[in-house]
Structures are given as structure tokens and as C-alpha cells.
T-cell receptor
Framework: NAGVTQTPKFQVLKTGQSMTLQCAQD?????MYWYRQDPGMGLRLIYY???????DKGEVPNGYNVSRLNKREFSLRLESAAPSQTSVYFC????????????????FGPGTRLTVL | AQSVTQLDSQVPVFEEAPVELRCNYS??????LFWYVQYPNQGLQLLLK??????LVKGINGFEAEFNKSQTSFHLRKPSVHISDTAEYFC?????????????FGKGTLLTVNP
């Protein structure tokens, strides 16, 4: 049981290049999330997928796209990287429970450290 | 919408001293509250959570937090810290019940434990 895995761990891009960050979970969770973490800013939600087949924008979606490939996998794509996208990216998953008494414990991957030059 | 304010960006303490990390939240609906810990170069790990019931919740590694609805606070405490507690701590909130998919995080408090 690996939990949430992310690839790659590190990446350096030049401005304008594109790349896809991969995330997979083996906990049979319905919901998955992408966050970015910047110093002094905490974690900010980029996109999330409440369930397979759905995606929605979070707090900072500009410059990113996502794909919920199946229940296990949720990828984040930068089409034309910019220096402002230099950050640490975290993927998370949770069993979204909509009934009373449920809760939203999110389990995080180890992160991808991205530098855009 | 919910928001979280962590009142201290950095908290330096000496080993075996008590510590309190402060968190206040704002919400127009009932909430669930969480504390996450991030050790250097690692992902986030859930430390403890408040869902309902007793307002004093205990978590891993000897940490505890108290939910105070009237003061909209959820402060994290430990009576005696260790060097290994050095990490960044994040308070987070989500609405309770319904479509409680989204967590809103505070900006984090860096706890540094010195020998």
C-alpha cells in the first residue's frame, strides 16, 4: 500500500516548456487534489476532482490543466511554464463523504519540486 | 467560504519547553478542523482533527488541540517539545457535512526546537 505517489520528484524547466506532473493513489479514494506550496503562502488549491469524471477549479487554476484519467490517477499539466510557477506541488486524495458525520481527511503525496528558469 | 489565520509564522522554543501554535478560523457554517505537520522535505501528515464531540482532541506525538467555538480558535499545544518536533505546522478547515471536499489551509507556522 503505497498511498499517494507523485512523479517526478524534481524537475527543472525553461520558460515556455510544457510538462505533466503525475499522481496516483491506491486507497480507492473518490476525490483527488492538486496544491502548490510557496513560502509564506501555505498550500493553495489549484484544481480538484470530486469524483472520477469531474474536475473543478480551485483557488489558483490559471496556467494549469488537469485530467482525471481514472479513479486512481490525476495529472496536472503546465502548457507553457512561467517562472511564477516555480513551486512545490502536492497531490492529495480523500474519501469524500457527503453524509452527516463524514469528514475529509486528505492524504498527501511527497511532492514535486519544480523550478522554471 | 472559510478562512484560516495562523497568528505566528515562526515559533522558536527550547527543548522540553511547552509550546502553543495559534489558529483562528472564520466560517458562516459548521466546520471540521485539522492540524497537519510537514517535516523538512516531506509531504503533509495529519496530526489531529476535530469533527464533533469533545472539544479537546489528542493527536500523534503528544500533541493536542482545543476547539473553542466562541473564540473561533483551534490552538495546538504540546507540554514538552523535542528536537524532532521541528517542522512546519498547518491549520486547516473544511465545512462539515454536505459536499465537504475542500480544505482551506493557513499559511503555516514554523516550529523550531533548539537544544
Amino acid at each position: 500500500n503505497a498511498g499517494v505517489t507523485q512523479t517526478p520528484k524534481f524537475q527543472v524547466l525553461k520558460t515556455g516548456q510544457s510538462m505533466t506532473l503525475q499522481c496516483a493513489q491506491d486507497m480507492n479514494h473518490n476525490s483527488m487534489y492538486w496544491y502548490r506550496q510557496d513560502p509564506g503562502m501555505g498550500l493553495r488549491l489549484i484544481y480538484y476532482s470530486a469524483s472520477e469524471g469531474t474536475t473543478d477549479k480551485g483557488e489558483v487554476p490559471n496556467g494549469y490543466n488537469v485530467s482525471r484519467l481514472n479513479k486512481r490517477e490525476f495529472s496536472l499539466r503546465l502548457e507553457s511554464a512561467a517562472p511564477s510557477q516555480t513551486s512545490v506541488y502536492f497531490c492529495a486524495s480523500s474519501e469524500a463523504v457527503g453524509t452527516s458525520g463524514g469528514f475529509n481527511e486528505q492524504f498527501f503525496g511527497p511532492g514535486t519540486r519544480l523550478t522554471v528558469l | 467560504a472559510q478562512s484560516v489565520t495562523q497568528l505566528d509564522s515562526q515559533v522558536p522554543v527550547f527543548e522540553e519547553a511547552p509550546v502553543e501554535l495559534r489558529c483562528n478560523y472564520s466560517s458562516s457554517v459548521s466546520v471540521y478542523l485539522f492540524w497537519y505537520v510537514q517535516y523538512p522535505n516531506q509531504g503533509l501528515q495529519l496530526l489531529l482533527k476535530y469533527l464533533s464531540g469533545s472539544t479537546l482532541v489528542k493527536g500523534i506525538n503528544g500533541f493536542e488541540a482545543e476547539f473553542n467555538k466562541s473564540q473561533t480558535s483551534f490552538h495546538l499545544r504540546k507540554p514538552s517539545v523535542h528536537i524532532s518536533d521541528t517542522a512546519e505546522y498547518f491549520c486547516a478547515v473544511s465545512r462539515s457535512g454536505g459536499s465537504n471536499y475542500k480544505l482551506t489551509f493557513g499559511k503555516g507556522t514554523l516550529l523550531t526546537v533548539n537544544p
